[in-house]
């Protein structure tokens, strides 16, 4: 039993980005399937795929190279609010990854999204991880 699946999902990802693999497979949740989306949107993922099953399902990723480096989009997966010491963020200080580049995945009360939207909304979360 993994007590915090969130870290699992970001070091699986990781180790893949690490390994040069093109899919990474992921026990699926709730929250991981949300966090999968806004990965996609903002460009650093190239596609992913549901699997669902009868017991858990699973998260299919498909990581994104640039085609001429071999250099991943995602150079950094950090993540900031653990079980054993949350990261929560109001609506005014919510963190800037990178100076704007990077993004702070957060966990409103309106659902997983990243800094900028929470900002446009103007609504506070718990801070998940970054993405650089």
Do not use: W
């Not at 980005?17 to 806004?38: G, L, Q």
């Not at 460009?43 to 795929?49: A, D, E, L, S, T």
């Not at 900031?80 to 990854?97: N, Q, T, W």
Request: aromatic share 6%; glycine share 6%; net charge positive.
């Amino acid at each position: 039993m993994n007590s915090d699946p969130i870290a699992d999902y970001l070091t699986r990802v990781r180790n893949a980005i690490k390994a040069n693999h093109r899919i990474v497979e992921i026990p699926s949740s709730n929250i991981k399937k949300e966090i999968t989306k806004v990965l996609y949107d903002k460009g650093y993922i190239q596609n992913y795929k549901f699997e669902d099953s009868e017991v858990q399902g699973t998260i299919k990723i498909a990581l994104k190279y640039n085609p001429s480096t071999k250099q991943s989009a995602i150079v950094k997966l950090e993540r900031i609010s653990k079980p054993g010491l949350r990261k929560y963020a109001g609506s005014e200080e919510l963190p800037r990854v990178l100076n704007g580049l990077g993004v702070a995945i957060i966990s409103t009360s309106k659902g997983v999204m990243t800094d900028k939207e929470a900002r446009t909304q103007n609504i506070g979360g718990e801070v998940l991880c970054y993405v650089y």
